[in-house]
């Protein structure tokens, strides 16, 4: 597609149950990151992919956090258990590379999760 | 590991006047440095970044940003505010230890006003 793809883009759900973000990069793009934007703070880094594989998921807040990648495309990240902390809007980026190559990240629109 | 402080979480100028957000990082290298802009209910948009070709970055809409090592500082600026500059802007870096990860500051606020 033209540009990072996310959805949904409203997410409320009850305490306690589970929910998927989906994440459709841009067709080529080889790195994939995740972050949580939480009113008033900063990005904060999840996780990123190189391809299928994560090598840093350091920024997983906690084991209800996952996050999968297949076909070097869409990605997924599950909350397991949501809690009303994980209210935030959850942004995806993708990159032709690894960020520290200098490559620009490019954003989606993010999801807006409430959890009431 | 690398780190990204932005000083100031939310700055006012006035329409016309000079814009200066400040950025710094911290690496035991020289990192990959950018500034990214949001505007409300947008997402985020690359203004410029620093890759070492040059120290001076220009960006889109005015925005440049000077790479300056022994500060290890990375201020954008903007000459001449205009209202449509208000938004949040972002700086982030990757490199060093981080090599994968890319690292934002908290954020400024920019408020410009008539």
């Known amino acids: 597609g033209a540009g990072v793809s996310q959805s949904p883009s409203n997410k409320v759900t009850e305490k306690g149950k589970d929910v998927e973000l989906r994440c459709d990069p841009i067709?080529?793009?080889?790195?994939l990151y995740w972050y949580r934007q939480r009113l008033g703070q900063g990005l904060e880094f999840l996780i990123y992919?190189?391809?299928?594989?994560?090598?840093?998921k350091s920024g997983l807040p906690s084991d209800r956090f996952s996050a999968e990648r297949t076909g070097e495309s869409v990605s997924t990240l599950t909350i397991q258990r949501t809690q009303q902390e994980d209210s935030a809007v959850y942004l995806c980026?993708?990159?032709?590379?690894?960020?520290?190559?200098?490559?620009?990240?490019?954003f989606g629109q993010g999801t807006r999760l409430t959890v009431v | 590991a690398q780190s990204v402080t932005q000083l100031g979480s939310h700055v006012s100028v006035s329409e016309g006047a000079l814009v200066l957000l400040r950025c710094n990082y911290s690496s035991s290298v020289p990192p990959y440095l950018f500034w990214y802009v949001q505007y409300p209910n947008q997402g985020l948009q690359l203004l410029l970044k620093y890759t070492s070709a040059a120290t001076l970055v220009k960006g889109i809409n005015g925005f440049e940003a000077e790479f300056k090592k022994s500060e290890t500082s990375f201020h954008l600026t903007k000459p001449s505010a205009h209202m449509s500059d208000a938004a949040e802007y972002f700086c982030a870096g990757s490199g060093g230890t981080s090599y994968g990860k890319l690292t934002f500051g908290q954020g400024t606020i920019l408020t410009v006003h008539p």
């Open positions: 067709s080529g793009h080889t790195a």
């Open positions: 980026a993708s990159s032709l590379a690894v960020g520290g190559l200098g490559v620009e990240a490019f």
């Open positions: 992919f190189q391809g299928n594989s994560a090598p840093d």
